[in-house]
């Protein structure tokens, strides 16, 4: 167990749908990541924050939001999903976020769009 | 961006026998981590090795940052190896667009039988 914790475990939805994926970092933890690994693209960085603050992003399509709130968790917000959205999407955290700091991965949540 | 190449990209071995996964990278890295995908999708740490040799248990891993890659050593392997293994590295940060972005190969699917 890494720490990291995220909900749900699975999400199954229709396209045009709209969904919210939440992520707990470890405790201590400034720093989240959002990946997704789908089966075209392996796993692939969409976006970084550290301590509420957007740090990097990576090929996010402009569907998807996310956000860091006050207490340090976050939540990726998925919006008009379509079919190639299905994926694992995978949360990170480490306590400094920076480019040496190890990254711990969370379970995932495994999105099925219909 | 840099560009991280595994192999080999499939390896089916017998319960007790010996195994080495490459990881190549075509920049230099602040940050290489191994990970263990098993069948139910989990990403486990496996380690952390910018540079040097680390051991844990019947896994130890060896990254030669000058010649820009790393080794994966399983021992005595055993069913419960079965799964993906992923290397990821983050090169120095440019600009600021990448910062804590792990880039990943695309994996080495191992299959143990008993």
């Known amino acids: 167990d890494s720490g990291v914790t995220q909900t749900p475990k699975h999400l199954i939805t229709a396209t045009g749908q709209r969904v919210t994926l939440r992520c707990s970092p470890r405790?201590?933890?400034?720093?989240v990541y959002w990946y997704q690994q789908s089966l075209d693209q392996g796993l692939q960085f969409l976006i970084q924050?550290?301590?509420?603050?957007?740090?990097a992003k990576g090929n996010i399509l402009e569907r998807f939001s996310a956000q860091q709130f006050p207490d340090l968790h976050s939540e990726l917000n998925l919006s008009s999903l379509e079919l190639g959205d299905s994926a694992l999407y995978f949360c990170?955290?480490?306590?400094?976020?920076?480019?040496?700091?190890?990254?711990?991965f969370g379970p995932g949540t495994r999105l099925t769009v219909l | 961006g840099i560009q991280v190449e595994q192999s080999p990209p499939d390896l089916i071995l017998q319960e007790g026998a010996n195994s080495t996964l490459r990881c190549n990278f075509s920049?230099?890295?602040?940050?290489l981590q191994w990970f263990h995908q098993n069948p139910w999708g989990q990403l486990i740490n496996l380690f952390y090795?910018?540079?040097g040799t680390k051991q844990n248990g019947r896994l130890s891993a060896t990254t030669v940052a000058t010649e820009r890659y790393s080794l994966l050593y399983i021992s005595s392997s055993q069913t419960t190896d079965s799964g993906v293994y992923f290397c990821?590295?983050?090169?120095?940060?440019?600009?600021?667009?990448?910062?804590?972005?792990?880039?990943f190969g695309q994996g080495t699917i191992l299959t143990v039988h008993p």
């Open positions: 090795i910018p540079s």
């Open positions: 990821a590295v983050i090169a120095p940060n440019a600009g600021g667009t990448s910062y804590g972005k792990l880039t």
């Open positions: 990170a955290s480490n306590q400094a976020g920076g480019t040496y700091n190890e990254q711990f």
């Open positions: 920049d230099s890295v602040n940050n």
């Open positions: 405790s201590g933890d400034l720093s």
């Open positions: 924050y550290y301590n509420g603050e957007e740090r």
